[in-house]
């Protein structure tokens, strides 16, 4: 979602940027709930994602519906940063990601205001976007967007259930609400800053510890601090037993994930929709904390666990 971005020079993605030659996905599957009559057989598609796991699992699902309605796929997931990610789609080098909604309006189109409402959002990223080459198909109700989350303790203790009543706790007993947040979140008009401007919220500095993603889930599991920033999509928030906070006057921006298509790939293969729809809109929040999980708490693979996910489904079949 909101990961560091890349330098581009002259529409070239710099080594950095991680795009590799990439390999052909080579799964044995065959048309289940989608694909059927392979109507992308003879479609030579490339497949990009960011590098971290969400992406990664969200590529493997598309290439795996590509591949099951009779195209070639060559998989070149696991780009680093969100710009060189978008850049490989938009000049040629890749022809569909799956995208975020509010990263696209504000990091690629330059929008400091988010649009409130999740389809309003969408809408207006489409149809900027239609100027860029680039075309976004219907988004999934998942999104992977910024919230603040605490242990099952802390919740008995102090019964907050909204970022309001976080605010109302702040103001009442100060050295109650403490955060632990990315160095990212600490500074940007979208994270810490916006939330404490929106919500009337008074955090002293020395309440506010910046550390690693990783390290923020530990210890706001164990207590350490009272809240911790935290992706709503992560499988860490269930496994954990994290309780997440109403973001109640709707502050963060919506993040929710959607095809982002090469124009000239989805004249060419228009059936592309039709191959994605159905996946897409079986993507939630509830899903992808439970696919991200088998990942970053269990240890899979994720291509295994976007396969596995799209055979459960009935999406594909194998063999």
């Not at 560091?4 to 080579?26: R, Y």
């Not at 975020?100 to 649009?115: E, F, K, M, Q, R």
């Not at 100060?174 to 600490?186: D, N, S, Y």
Request: proline letters at 5%; charged letters at 20%.
């Amino acid at each position: 979602m909101r990961r560091p971005l890349c330098l581009i020079l002259t529409g070239v993605l710099v080594s950095g940027c991680g795009l590799t030659s990439g390999s052909p996905m080579v799964d044995d599957v065959r048309p289940g709930s989608i694909g059927r009559g392979e109507p992308l057989a003879g479609a030579d598609l490339t497949v990009v994602s960011k590098e971290f796991t969400e992406q990664l699992i969200l590529g493997a699902i598309m290439g795996i519906a590509f591949e099951a309605a009779g195209a070639e796929v060559l998989d070149r997931t696991g780009i680093q940063g969100s710009v060189g990610t978008r850049a490989a789609v938009e000049n040629g080098d890749a022809d569909a990601t799956y995208e975020y909604t509010g990263t696209a309006w504000i990091t690629y189109l330059g929008n400091s205001d988010p649009v409130a409402d999740p389809h309003e959002q969408w809408e207006a990223v489409r149809a900027a976007d239609a100027k860029q080459g680039l075309t976004w198909l219907p988004p999934a109700s998942m999104n992977n967007t910024y919230a603040l989350a605490m242990n099952r303790a802390n919740y008995q203790k102090y019964r907050t259930k909204t970022l309001s009543q976080v605010a109302a706790l702040a103001k009442s007993d100060p050295g109650a609400v403490t955060l632990c947040v990315e160095g990212e979140f600490a500074n940007r008009a979208d994270g810490l800053p916006g939330l404490k401007k929106a919500y009337g919220m008074s955090i002293p500095a020395g309440n506010v510890t910046q550390m690693d993603t990783g390290i923020i889930y530990t210890q706001t599991a164990k207590g350490a601090c009272t809240y911790g920033e935290v992706y709503t999509t992560d499988g860490r928030i269930k496994s954990m037993d994290l309780v997440v906070m109403e973001d109640d006057k709707k502050f963060f921006p919506n993040y929710n994930a959607a095809p982002m298509i090469r124009t000239a790939t989805m004249k060419k293969w228009p059936a592309i929709a039709g191959v994605l729809d159905p996946v897409t809109k079986a993507l939630t929040n509830s899903v992808a904390q439970e696919l991200n999980a088998k990942v970053d708490v269990d240890g899979e693979d994720p291509h295994q666990v976007a396969l596995d996910w799209m055979v459960d489904k009935g999406f594909v079949q194998e063999g």
